[in-house]
């Protein structure tokens, strides 16, 4: 038969973490809340691993690693394969010992270095991989039958946990000496234990109902203890034959916070899941997630941030976000906050098992962290998913589903694939539900920059990235009837994304304002143009300023050049690059008086040839002579000689100002400038 192990111990009824077989009133309101929910968003994944008829399987949340156990009666021999549910073409680890005839639980350290089997209540054995027939023993503290473990844990690849019904203690493996050194230790009544490896964090029950929990802190050889918090019952609890089981409670680590998970009834008769915020100076009820079903049996999962119930009784799963207010309320009898779920409870989605329908919210399922389910009966390991595309159509409010969408460690797709709905210019969203969005949007870019641990998963998308959806709503409308309308459209969208931008200290890149003079050139709207650079709703940028410079060559758009050259003026552009642009379009003599303006430095450092080059290409010759005496004057002034020194390489222009005007080169009389 094949067995699966949870939490160290045989699946009794006390110890797993599986559903009670539900009554035929239960089963009624299966099919009614099944029928209710046309839509579902969670589903289930199957690892390619599979586990049959074998002695023992053992998963082992720590590693990920399914550990299947068989013993060789022939050579009197226990064999261990160890497999990685998530790697399962992957080598397996093999390993070969003398006969342990009734395995309670196994693990392997984290760096596959050691194995550790439990035989019987007060020892574990070691064995070290790749040495043959060589183990090691610890023996817990105290004597049988008062002292029995409950359960033990790899910490770290050396670090090692043993809990046992007195106390725990804590070792340091050491394989090389074959040996364990005592760390810490605590004496205390042990009804129930839960380990999270994640966070290295060990809940501990010690009265009779469960309610009183002590945390306790392991990592790095350091061992942390919390204040110790109760959880909130009815009073009643205990007449009606009700306690807190190691079943009902896990560790979760949400937006980078770690909770205590405790299911539990609560005064309305109703299930409820407590959310305790555990933290090394107090432990506090934060929040209350509501559950609207009847009674029985609950499993938890953590995906993405949220937690996902799955209610046997009435077989629906539920969906949990603690960032996600809308879902949420005051309780007025106490200071947490009660949430709903963000969506109305729906089925996993159905899925089959060997070309068979599976039975979902089986009563062999054992629910493992985060989001582990493994079916002892029929011999399968499943993951737990959260489908985000399904919520288009189950989140008609667009903000709400963007806020949730930005929270999701996948949400890419689904998110950019709802903002493009939202723009699309035959059924535009309201300017103010887009507004919002954006709104949203540089809300997370602005604390990503911050580097705001807590949004470590969310989705940031970038300017580059709406840049191309919002070329792309450019090309569309380019193509529609009613063009000047749609054009006032996505120019009022791109206002608004640039709002945002400033709203939350973000600065706009420049491709933002390029995009924003393409539509409205492309559309004539010169004079709105116009307005947008006096009025700098479009930002000073070198690259706008090209852009404008080269529209004035293009389009009958005259301010285009001179909004340029002023454009460049206050961005403190270096004077080459302004003349460059005065000279790319024929201005030549304007050059010469900006730079004139700039003082005599900004005029003894200037190329003549390239203002001599500019006005022979003008093919004006009185523009000829009046720059080449310009620079006469320049190097009389510079060099005491107005001849042009060898490097600046003008010999040509010299040769032509002589075909011109003659062989004097140097006149006493000035020309007019």
Request: with cysteine.
């Amino acid at each position: 038969a094949c067995c699966v192990r949870v939490k160290g111990d045989w699946p009794t009824p006390h110890h797993t973490a599986c559903y009670t077989q539900p009554s035929a009133s239960a089963r009624s309101v299966v099919s009614q809340m099944a029928a209710a929910a046309a839509a579902t968003f969670c589903s289930l994944k199957a690892s390619a691993l599979r586990f049959g008829s074998v002695q023992g399987a053992f998963f082992d949340e720590g590693n990920g690693q399914l550990l299947l156990a068989s013993n060789n009666d022939a050579d009197g021999t226990t064999q261990v394969i160890a497999r990685l549910i998530d790697r399962p073409d992957a080598a397996p680890l093999v390993l070969t010992f003398p006969n342990r005839s009734h395995l309670i639980s196994v693990r392997l350290s984290p760096d596959q270095r050691v194995l550790a089997l439990q035989t019987n209540s007060m020892t574990i054995q070691f064995l070290n991989v790749g040495e043959k027939q060589v183990t090691y023993f610890q023996t817990c503290k105290g004597k049988p039958p008062q002292v029995m473990i409950r359960a033990f844990h790899w910490v770290s690849a050396s670090d090692f946990l043993v809990v046992t019904n007195q106390g725990w203690e804590y070792y340091q493996v050491i394989p090389e000496k074959r040996t364990l050194k005592l760390l810490k230790s605590s004496s205390m009544t042990i009804l129930w234990q839960v380990f999270s490896y994640p966070t290295g964090l060990l809940l501990l029950s010690s009265t009779p109902q469960g309610t009183t929990i002590h945390p306790v802190m392991f990592k790095r050889g350091v061992v942390a203890k919390l204040p110790k918090f109760e959880v909130s019952i009815p009073t009643d609890y205990h007449q009606l034959g009700m306690k807190v089981e190691e079943r009902d409670v896990c560790v979760a680590m949400l937006y980078g916070r770690i909770y205590a998970v405790v299911y539990h009834t609560g005064r309305s008769r109703q299930p409820e899941i407590s959310l305790i915020y555990l933290t090394k100076d107090a432990c506090v009820k934060a929040f209350t997630l509501s559950m609207e079903v009847s009674g029985g049996r609950c499993g938890v999962s953590v995906v993405d941030n949220m937690i996902v119930v799955h209610h046997q009784a009435s077989r629906v799963t539920m969906m949990y976000d603690i960032r996600c207010l809308q879902s949420s309320v005051q309780d007025a009898s106490s200071a947490s906050v009660c949430y709903q779920p963000v969506l109305r409870p729906a089925s996993v989605v159905q899925t089959s098992l060997d070309g068979k329908p599976y039975e979902l919210y089986a009563a062999s399922w054992f629910f493992f962290q985060p989001n582990i389910i493994v079916d002892a009966k029929q011999g399968v390991i499943w993951t737990v998913q959260v489908e985000l595309e399904p919520l288009i159509s189950m989140i008609p409010d667009r903000n709400l589903l963007i806020d949730f969408l930005l929270r999701r460690i996948d949400g890419r797709p689904v998110l950019m694939k709802v903002i493009r709905a939202l723009l699309e210019p035959t059924d535009p969203a309201p300017l103010s539900v887009i507004a919002t969005a954006f709104d949203q949007l540089n809300f997370v870019c602005q604390m990503s920059e911050q580097q705001d641990s807590s949004l470590k998963s969310f989705v940031v998308v970038s300017q580059e990235q709406m840049y191309e959806v919002l070329s792309d709503l450019e090309d569309k409308i380019r193509t529609l009837d009613n063009m000047p309308r749609k054009c006032k459209l996505v120019v009022s969208i791109l206002k608004e994304y640039i709002r945002s931008l400033h709203q939350y200290s973000i600065e706009p890149q420049y491709f933002l304002f390029q995009l924003v003079i393409d539509i409205l050139v492309h559309h004539k709207r010169y004079d709105e143009l116009q307005q947008f650079l006096q009025y700098h709703v479009v930002a000073d940028s070198e690259p706008v300023a090209y852009q404008l410079r080269q529209l004035s060559c293009e389009l009958p758009f005259r301010a285009a050049f001179q909004l340029s050259v002023d454009m460049l003026k206050r961005l403190n552009t270096s004077p080459d690059k302004i003349c460059d642009i005065l000279l790319y379009n024929k201005q030549v003599l304007p050059a010469l008086r900006y730079v004139l303006s700039l003082g005599p430095e900004a005029v003894n450092a200037l190329s003549a040839r390239r203002f001599l080059e500019a006005a022979y290409e003008a093919n004006d010759n009185m523009l000829f002579y009046t720059v080449f005496r310009f620079f006469e004057r320049r190097n009389m002034t510079l060099r005491s000689d107005p001849k042009f020194a060898r490097d600046e390489n003008c010999e040509e222009f010299v040769q032509h100002y002589q075909k011109l005007f003659g062989s004097d080169l140097y006149p006493t009389a000035t020309p007019p400038g």
